[in-house]
């Protein structure tokens, strides 16, 4: 069994997880709606990922919608004390399966209720707000009135910490400005490296960075390059791309996603991958390859 402690561990807020954790996305059908092709293997990778050792859960009540947050439910409720569950508000998902902005007081507030009866939970560990702006990429503007939405709830008792997701370092800063946060999940890897300074800042102030899509975006060259790295070092290049991840700051925490238990243990052996200073800064280099 891979033992994740070897990644080492950060905080999220008040609680302390290993930095490889667990997306719960990809349980959910196609397109992330409707329910599992396999409702039963599902449960599988959830039990799975809990006794390998995973003790931080990103999912949203937005996947399905309900689906994910159901099944973790099913799959480990009672939880584990040291079991972090971290959730996001501020979208809905179409009949057409289109993913559609929900930012409005009203809309936030019965999202948070949403997670806390899926979830089987009195209080949500952590919500990120989900700034919806581009797919992956963030837009500027003000989300004061969105994130002092959650801080009233948080407030109330509803929410124990606050995060962000794909925001710009002005939101992050107009957000502490309100309420403490204790993460930004934004789009980045080897290739798409737009928040290095912000992932630097961040670490200083002791706030951790969840990076998604860890192989989106890539270029052929690009992936052709990974993948010749991977081969010499007789491993995946998901593999060798989330391990670069782990070495690239401290405060990065990981949300690999499966629906498979191969995979996920896949994913986690990323733990226990060492990259040299010059294989680090090889893949580095992928950042600044272009077609």
Known sequence: MTDLTKAGSFSLGDRVVKRVGYGAMQLAGPGVFGPPKDRLIALAVLRAAAAA?????????????????????????????????????????????????????????????????????????????????????????????????????????????????????????????????????????????????????LGRQGIAYVPFFPLGGFTPLQSETLSAVAERLDTTPMQVALAWLLARAPNILLIPGTSSPDHLRENLAAAELALTEDIRSELAEIGTIRR
């Open 53 to 201: 050792g995973v003790d931080h859960i990103d999912t949203s009540d937005f996947y399905g919608p309900h689906v994910t947050n159901q099944l973790i439910r099913e799959a480990l409720h009672p939880y584990p004390r040291n079991l972090v569950i971290v959730t996001k508000v501020g979208a809905v998902r179409g009949p057409d399966a289109s993913w559609n902005p929900a930012q409005s007081p009203a809309e936030l507030i019965r999202a948070v209720h949403d997670n806390l009866r899926n979830l089987g939970v009195d209080v949500l560990d952590v919500v990120n707000l989900r700034i919806m702006g581009d797919v992956h990429a963030p837009s500027e503007g003000s989300i004061a009135e969105r994130f002092t939405t959650l801080a009233d709830l948080q407030r109330q008792g509803l929410i124990r910490h606050l995060g962000l997701s794909n925001v710009t370092a002005a939101q992050v800063a107009e957000a502490r400005g309100i309420a403490a946060i204790v993460c930004v999940q934004n789009h980045y890897n080897l290739a798409h490296r737009d928040d290095d300074k912000l992932i630097d800042e």
